[in-house]
C-alpha cells in the first residue's frame, strides 16, 4: 500500500495549520490539531505531540481509502487524492465526479477540473480551498 509523501505531509500542515485548542472550521465543524474533527467538543485542548499523533491515525484512514481507488498508480495522484479526501471527507470523495473520473482514465485536464471544483464551504468560495485544490491538481499530474 502507497503512503502519503513527506512533500503531502509538509503540504497539508500547511493548510491545516496546527490549531491545540477546538475551534470550529469555516463549515462548522469543531477541529483540533491538523484539521482533525472526530470526537471535538467545544473546550477540548491538546498538546503538539497529540496533534502529531492524531494526523498519523487521521492519514493511515485516507491513505487505506486511497489505496483502493484505481489509477492511482504514482505518488502524486495518490498524494492528490488523499489530500483531497483529508479536507473534504471520504465520504464526499466516494460520491464525487471525480472519483469516477479518475477510475474511469479520463484525461488528466478533465480530472483536474474536478477538484477545482470544491472550492466553497459553507456556500462561500475560499480562497485557501481554491489554493488547494490547484495544489491538488497539479500534484495528481505529477
Do not use: P
Not at 44 to 64: G, P, R, S, V
Not at 111 to 117: A, H, N, T, Y
Not at 123 to 137: F, N, Q
Amino acid at each position: 500500500m502507497m503512503k502519503a509523501s513527506q512533500t503531502l505531509i509538509d503540504k497539508l500542515k500547511k493548510f491545516e495549520a496546527c490549531v491545540l485548542s477546538a475551534y470550529k472550521d469555516s463549515a462548522g465543524v469543531w477541529t483540533i490539531g491538523y484539521g482533525h474533527t472526530a470526537g471535538v467538543k467545544a473546550g477540548d485542548k491538546i498538546t503538539q505531540y497529540q496533534a502529531e499523533q492524531f494526523l498519523k491515525e487521521d492519514l493511515a484512514k485516507y491513505e487505506a481509502a486511497a489505496s483502493r481507488v484505481k489509477r492511482l498508480t504514482t505518488q502524486g495522484r495518490f498524494d492528490a487524492v488523499v489530500d483531497f479526501m483529508y479536507n473534504c471527507g471520504i465520504g464526499n470523495f466516494d460520491k464525487s465526479t471525480l472519483k469516477q473520473y479518475i477510475e474511469r482514465g479520463k484525461a488528466t485536464w478533465e480530472i483536474q477540473e474536478q477538484f477545482l471544483r470544491w472550492v466553497n464551504a459553507g456556500g462561500k468560495k475560499l480562497g485557501g480551498l481554491v489554493t488547494r485544490r490547484i495544489w491538488e491538481a497539479a500534484r495528481f499530474a505529477e
